[in-house]
Every structure is written in C-alpha cells, then in structure tokens.
T-cell receptor
Framework: GESVGLHLPTLSVQEGDNSIINCAYSNSASDYFIWYKQESGKGPQFIIDIRSNMDKRQGQRVTVLLNKTVKHLSLQIAATQPGDSAVYFCAESKAAGNKLTFGGGTRVLVKP | DVKVTQSSRYLVKRTGEKVFLECVQDMDHENMFWYRQDPGLGLRLIYFSYDVKMKEKGDIPEGYSVSREKKERFSLILESASTNQTSMYLC??????????????FGPGTRLTVL
C-alpha cells in the first residue's frame, strides 16, 4: 500500500544548530501534510501543517517545505534546543477524508 | 486547549481477557481515532469514527472493535487479548475535514502489556 517514510531514523544535532528532518511520501493524491513531535511517554503533539497548494510554511522556529514534484516533505528547526529532543513524525492525508498515514518517525538527539 | 484523555496510562492484562480502552475529548470534535504504535512501525490506524454510532475500519482492525455511544467518548475493545496486542495505544480527535481544525489531536497513550 501507499506509505509515508523517512530517510533517517536518528539525527544528532548540536545545540544551537539547525535541524532538518526529511520525509518521502508516495501518494500523489495526498493534499495535506503534518509534522508531529512525540516526547518520551507522551502522545504526538502537532507542530505544523501544510496543504498541497503551498510549498513552504513557517511557524515559530520551524519551517515545513513541500516539494510535490519529488514527493518530499521536510521540517526545519532553527536553533535547535534540548527541548527539541523527541521523535518526529510526518503524516499525509488524501483529499477524500481525514485519515492520516504516518511515517515511521525520526529521533532527534540534541547534544549540549 | 484541546484535551484528549485516555483512561489508563499503563495496563497489564492476561491472554484471553477482554480489555476496554477509553478515550474522551472535550472539544466537541466529530472525528475520533484509535491507533497503535510499535517500534519501527510508526502509528497504524485501527478504527475511526466520524459520528456517534458510526465506525470505520482502519488499516489493522483485526482483533479489535470500537464503540461510540456519545460524541465525546470513543472506546477500543479487545475481545480476547493476545500477546501480539501488546503495544502503545493512542487516541486522537479532530473536527471534520475542511474546517479550520482538521488536525488530529492526540491523548497521552495507554501502554498495554498482555501476558
């Protein structure tokens, strides 16, 4: 079946540096994409979303980029902080409904 | 803030037991979802519901059933628990697609161990 995947399972980042987490999706019909952050022992927390009519969206210290040509999604975290250490999931949704398909997750470790 | 609560954070059951996992949301959301989360497999959708008394199978419904008698509450039922159902179970809710808040909001999860 169609799936959302991630290139890197673990990303180590120096505190203060920028982080980039990548995600590839396979369903060209998907029109809505979300990034979630999951800290240990907690449920996923919404970070930022983007619709397919956009290629970039910025939030507080985070930017999501969407490249529909190559079906690629990325999350950029500026000035990574220790509190950013978590597992990050991308998810996609098809046009017809509100179901999400999740990638396997990338663990981000912030080194002091 | 949206709040999704789950009845238990940790649960230990024996093989063959009937297990109920409860989820409540306080935002009057139409949609509710149950996922399981396993290492390396991400989140997989078990069942979802678009309205009271309505349910739809997700990607892995086998061995599970659900109940939605009230809008705010969505229950996941394991009729006869098995060891391969040991997992983290996550509930989520959202407004209908096309509204301003179609993002799914998650509860804290229930870690179920079946012995």
């Amino acid at each position: 079946g169609e799936s959302v995947g991630l290139h890197l399972p673990t990303l180590s980042v120096q505190e203060g540096d920028n982080s980039i987490i990548n995600c590839a999706y396979s369903n060209s019909a998907s029109d809505y994409f979300i990034w979630y952050k999951q800290e240990s022992g907690k449920g996923p927390q919404f970070i930022i979303d983007i619709r397919s009519n956009m290629d970039k969206r910025q939030g507080q210290r985070v930017t999501v980029l969407l490249n529909k040509t190559v079906k690629h999604l990325s999350l950029q975290i500026a000035a990574t902080q220790p509190g950013d250490s978590a597992v990050y999931f991308c998810a996609e949704s098809k046009a017809a409904g509100n179901k999400l398909t999740f990638g396997g997750g990338t663990r981000v470790l912030v080194k002091p | 803030d949206v709040k999704v609560t789950q009845s238990s954070r940790y649960l230990v059951k024996r093989t063959g037991e009937k297990v109920f996992l409860e989820c409540v949301q306080d935002m009057d959301h139409e949609n509710m979802f149950w996922y399981r989360q396993d290492p390396g497999l991400g989140l997989r959708l078990i069942y979802f519901s678009y309205d009271v008394k309505m349910k739809e199978k997700g990607d892995i419904p086998e061995g599970y059933s659900v109940s939605r008698e009230k809008k705010e509450r969505f229950s996941l039922i394991l009729e006869s628990a098995s060891t391969n159902q040991t997992s983290m179970y996550l509930c989520a809710s959202s407004s209908p697609r096309g509204t301003s808040t179609d993002t799914q909001y998650f509860g804290p999860g229930t870690r179920l161990t079946v012995l």
